[in-house]
């Protein structure tokens, strides 16, 4: 079974600027999350879909931060304006329903300079 | 530049030796507790898991243990073996159907 493809791998911009990131979960999954991993600490989950619809939302900085998963398959995730303190990995993750069938992508590393 | 794990916890076995790494959690209402290993440049990989109600489980040289009493959970790596160095993760699974990641801990292998 293929995994979680993100992309690109790496990004760099300076502040102010605007990014998007690609995901593709596995097949059939109908969870998907958007993490969050500032260097040094765990996964810090942003917002969580259920097919298309957000089911959780609640850690996600709506000023400047959107996410959305129309088709209920990819989704992506932007900043808008990148702060300094966004770089980070961001891990997208899917689900079949049940956590042992949590599968992380490989993430995207931002740097904001 | 910037490197992975600067401020994480380190724990540094030789090679052989059995390893333990320790995790405190703070939401009793957590249906699993969790481990995961993530290597660099790539994600959390899942290793083991306990459930709220068990004390103790074993799978392939690891073994989880839980004490609910002190709010501790453990892994333990027995034979560490080089390819087992990479970041360790507690995490805990919840009824929202979401996981949230503790607290890190890098493992180095001395050979």
């Known amino acids: 079974e293929a995994g979680v493809a993100q992309s690109p791998r790496y990004k760099i911009i300076e502040k102010r600027q605007s990014v998007a990131f690609w995901c593709n979960p596995i097949s059939g999954h109908a969870t998907l999350y958007w993490y969050q991993q500032i260097l040094g600490q765990g996964p810090k989950l942003l917002i969580q879909f259920q097919n298309n619809g957000v089911v959780d939302d609640s850690q996600l900085p709506k000023d400047r931060f959107s996410a959305e998963r129309l088709k209920g398959v990819d989704s992506t995730l932007k900043i808008q304006p990148a702060k300094l303190e966004d770089s980070a990995v961001y891990l997208c993750?899917?689900?079949?329903?049940?956590?042992?069938?949590?599968?992380f992508g490989s993430g995207t590393r931002l740097t904001v300079v | 530049g910037e490197n992975v794990g600067l401020h994480l916890p380190t724990l540094s076995v030789q090679e052989g030796d059995n390893s333990i790494i320790n995790c405190a959690y703070s939401?009793?209402?957590?249906?699993?507790f969790i481990w995961y290993k993530q290597e660099s440049g790539k994600g959390p990989q899942f290793i083991i898991d306990i459930r709220s109600n068990m004390d103790k489980r074993q799978g392939q040289r690891v073994t989880v243990l839980l004490n609910k009493t002190v709010k501790h959970l453990s892994l333990q790596i027995a034979a560490t073996q080089p390819g087992d160095s990479a970041v360790y993760f507690c995490?805990?699974?919840?009824?929202?159907?979401?996981?949230?990641f503790g607290s890190g801990t890098r493992l180095s292998i001395r050979p």
């Open positions: 993750a899917s689900s079949s329903g049940a956590y042992i069938g949590y599968t």
């Open positions: 939401n009793s209402a957590s249906d699993y």
């Open positions: 995490a805990e699974y919840s009824s929202a159907s979401k996981i949230i």
